[in-house]
């Protein structure tokens, strides 16, 4: 399995409701990592766990919440968001945090927050 | 801290013709480059990577150039095909060796004419 699987594909919330976007990878990486792309931007970093703690928060709102259960999981609690963090939010994933095998990213989920 | 640009949001051409994509970086210490493909509606996807100890790498139909002395990055792309229109980020790791922080550049539309 060289895949990297977020679920759902496509997320329509009110700013009121929580829900949950997943991620998981089964090829035995030890670095996970949550990206926000804004339409006709680039990927922009939000966290970064390595070997399942956290490593990296870019100063993201505590509205939104990661978590990694295990090293194959990795979740993004949502709880009220507003309608500009409507985007594309992508997981990436690599071997290690200081090797790299190419960032595999997976297809995102298309978040809109209404 | 890092950033990333891209000489061109746009580049048009001829189904057959090479293309050359270019990128610059700012982090004299950045030492891995990838080159990414998104399609519309698709997480990025990995064309080609190259190390800070390289200074030219070559897949199928792609040739990544890096030079360090002006930090450029370059991808080109032999017989261009239609399905090669996409959007072209390229992105740089930037910081210590276990923070893995990979930051895009803001991307470049290919078209292929037919």
């Known amino acids: 399995d060289t895949e990297v699987t977020q679920t759902p594909k496509h997320l329509v919330m009110g700013m009121t409701n929580k829900k949950s976007l997943k991620c998981e990878q089964h090829?035995?990486?030890?670095?996970m990592y949550w990206y926000k792309q804004k339409a006709k931007k680039p990927p922009e970093l939000m966290f970064v766990?390595?070997?399942?703690?956290?490593?990296i928060n870019e100063s993201v709102p505590s509205r939104f919440s990661p978590e990694c259960p295990n090293s194959s999981l990795l979740n993004l609690h949502l709880h009220a968001l507003q309608p500009e963090d409507s985007a594309l939010y992508l997981c990436?994933?690599?071997?290690?945090?200081?090797?790299?095998?190419?960032?595999?990213f997976g297809s995102g989920t298309r978040l809109t927050v209404v | 801290g890092e950033s990333v640009g891209l000489h061109l949001p746009t580049l048009s051409v001829q189904e057959g013709d090479n293309s050359i994509i270019n990128c610059a970086y700012s982090n004299s210490a950045s030492d891995y480059f990838i080159w990414y493909k998104q399609e519309s509606g698709k997480g990025p996807q990995f064309i080609i990577d190259i190390r800070s100890n390289m200074d030219k790498r070559q897949g199928q139909r792609v040739t990544v150039l890096l030079n360090k002395t002006v930090k450029h990055l370059s991808l080109q792309i032999a017989a261009t095909q239609p399905g090669d229109s996409a959007v072209y980020f390229c992105?740089?790791?930037?910081?210590?060796?276990?923070?893995?922080?990979?930051?895009f550049g803001q991307g470049t539309t290919l078209q292929v004419k037919p």
């Open positions: 990436a994933s690599i071997l290690r945090s200081d090797r790299e095998y190419g960032y595999t």
């Open positions: 992105a740089v790791r930037t910081g210590s060796s276990n923070t893995g922080k990979l930051i």
């Open positions: 766990y390595s070997y399942e703690k956290l490593s």
């Open positions: 090829m035995g990486h030890r670095a």
